[in-house]
């Protein structure tokens, strides 16, 4: 898709919605929506038939389709709207120079890798802030997320991958497989913008070197690569190449977020979403619990924060539909702490049960010095190594970019291996839990060593060492971008994401997949938030 029927496919809805973005983002609204624009509005009510927490992708999808059905809604989102420019005029800062506005509260950034050439030079020292990226720590494992109205569009690599429909099938045994590959995958991928980079830029371009190399090795061991779509505007890509556009993904920007070319959920469907006129966002307010009032209604707790993580204030919110998309650990923290406190206590017990890391492992290999990756490198991927048809160690693994500005012939990966391994949630002296094992990480690297000891030995090349702060430590398993489960499809929910032992409470995040979908997850968690409202909306809200 060209970036020129990109922008003629905005709709007049996302128009309206950006706009009211762009306008509390100027005058400092932690109340975003249409009403925005002026600011003798009276403050949204703190109730509404429709509440929505998170704004990730799937919130994202339940707020506009609630929009769209003429429902009033009220989104909750712990971070902030990232709209304002900062000192530098960006609004998002480099991962070659991050500052506060990298991560969430941190003294100091947390980028997956530690090193470069064992030296400390990847992460600096920041002052707290509640910046873009989170690194939530728990034992043996911590989780990627990203805090703001967006959610993960705003931090990941714009993936838009589909998953293999066999396997699909093998993780949703009880989902209409050919009317989510028919309506629903089309669906959310139309929504989301997704494009592909065009083949003969990409064999020229000198941003995809490091791509190229890595498919040759891939090639010398008889392992095929497949190209893969992006919610990144490609022919913006090419205007940054060209010096006619501003540089984002050709100006190291990714994990700190994307200041141009990205099509992320604030300019899509959250876009569309308050372009409807019904939906209403705060930010800076983390809902803490959540429980059934005697007529039936929700009822919500939530702190409300400042730049400096104070709360300043605890509200409450009253609702008749309570959907949750906070996305993996979000909606698992509410769900069995509501569970485990007694507020909710007819959940399901396999609820916090099925989480996975989707078998995230990174790694590096070292080239030949006639090998090169090239000093400029797009930080986009648009190419995988695919073995997943390896039915003795399925591997699907990105070529991803290391953009240090220089030649460093170092081959990048994140393999996402089928981790059969799962682990399970708890609440702890007010706190959440997962027992998520190192004997569970070394299950993914394992599988990812396989496929890269062939690698090696094929092209007589060898692992970097430097990568993550230990000289003996090959494979980084100790962390995720994709966090999958805690509120399987089917079993903590309905078939639809409707929640076991309560009406009118649904989940539309990444809670619903069973640890594992062997590709980036966000295509998959969009599609299926839009199954689910399509029949919420069809069933539950009828007149």
């Known amino acids: 898709m060209t970036a020129k029927l990109m922008q003629h496919q905005l709709t007049r809805r996302q128009i309206l919605g950006m706009a009211a973005l762009q306008t509390a983002a100027t005058l400092g609204f932690t109340r975003i929506g249409l009403q925005s624009a002026r600011a003798d509005e009276p403050a949204a009510v703190e109730s509404a038939p429709a509440i929505v927490v998170g704004s990730g992708y799937g919130a994202a999808v339940a707020a506009l389709r609630l929009g769209q059905a003429g429902i009033r809604t009220l989104v909750l989102e712990m971070g902030r709207l990232w709209n304002t ?11 070659a120079a991050p500052d506060q506005r990298a991560m969430w509260f941190k003294t100091r950034t947390e980028a997956p890798l530690a090193s470069f050439l064992w030296l400390d030079v990847v992460n600096r020292d920041i002052s707290p802030y509640p910046g873009v990226l ?12 990203g805090r703001g109205v967006g959610g993960g569009s705003l931090v990941n690599g714009s993936m838009a991958v589909t998953p293999l429909q066999s396997y699909f099938a093998e993780q949703f045994p009880t989902v209409d497989v050919t009317e989510m590959y028919s309506t629903y995958y089309p669906r959310a991928r139309a929504m989301l913008g997704v494009n592909s980079v065009d083949p003969a830029w990409f064999e020229s371009t000198e941003w995809y070197r490091f791509s190229r190399t890595s498919r040759k090795a891939a090639a010398t061991t008889g392992l095929k690569t497949t190209f893969v779509p992006s919610v990144y505007d490609f022919g913006y890509m090419q205007r940054e190449a060209a010096g006619t556009a501003t540089r984002s993904a050709l100006g190291q920007e ?15 469907y959250l876009a569309s979403a308050l372009g409807t006129g019904k939906v209403t966002v705060h930010t800076m307010e983390k809902v803490t619990g959540i429980s059934r009032a005697g007529d039936g209604t929700w009822l919500l707790t939530a702190q409300r924060i400042d730049d400096t993580g104070a709360v300043v204030e605890t509200k409450q919110y009253g609702c008749t539909y309570l959907f949750l998309g906070a996305g993996s ?4 923290e509410l769900l069995v702490r509501a569970r485990q406190t007694g507020a909710l206590p007819a959940l399901d017990a396999s609820v916090g049960t099925g989480w996975g890391t989707n078998g995230n492992v990174m790694l590096g290999r070292a080239n030949h010095l006639w090998d090169t990756v090239g000093a400029n490198q797009s930080t986009m991927p648009v190419m995988g190594i695919d073995d997943w048809a390896n039915a003795d160690n399925p591997v699907f693994a990105e070529i991803a970019p290391l953009p240090t500005g220089l030649e460093h012939w170092v081959s990048l990966y994140l393999a996402i291996t089928k981790n059969p391994e799962r682990a399970a949630f708890s609440w702890d002296n007010g ?11 070394a299950v993914s690297v394992s599988m990812a060593k396989k496929l ?3 690698i090696n030995s094929a092209n007589a090349t ?7 702060g230990s000289p003996s430590k090959i494979f980084a398993d100790d962390f995720t971008y994709h966090p999958l489960g805690g509120c399987v499809l089917g079993r903590s929910t309905d078939d639809y994401g409707r929640v076991k032992g309560y009406s009118r409470l649904y989940v539309t995040d990444g809670s619903l997949v069973p640890g594992n979908i062997g ?4 295509v998959t968690i969009t599609a299926l938030a839009e199954r689910t409202m399509a029949r919420v909306l069809a069933e539950d809200t009828a007149p």
């Open 431 to 441: 706190a959440l839990r997962l027992n998520w094992s190192a004997a569970q990480s």
């Open 452 to 454: 890269f000891d062939r």
């Open 85 to 95: 420019a900062g000192a530098d005029g960006k609004i998002f800062c480099n991962t």
């Open 134 to 145: 989170d690194r939530v720590h728990f034992d043996h494992m911590s989780v990627f997320v």
């Open 254 to 268: 990714v994990i700190y977020g994307n200041n141009y070319g990205k099509k992320s959920l604030d300019k899509t």
């Open 462 to 468: 060898i692992y970097r060492y430097d990568l993550f």
């Open 329 to 332: 650990l979000g909606t698992s």
């Open 519 to 522: 590709v980036n997850p966000f």
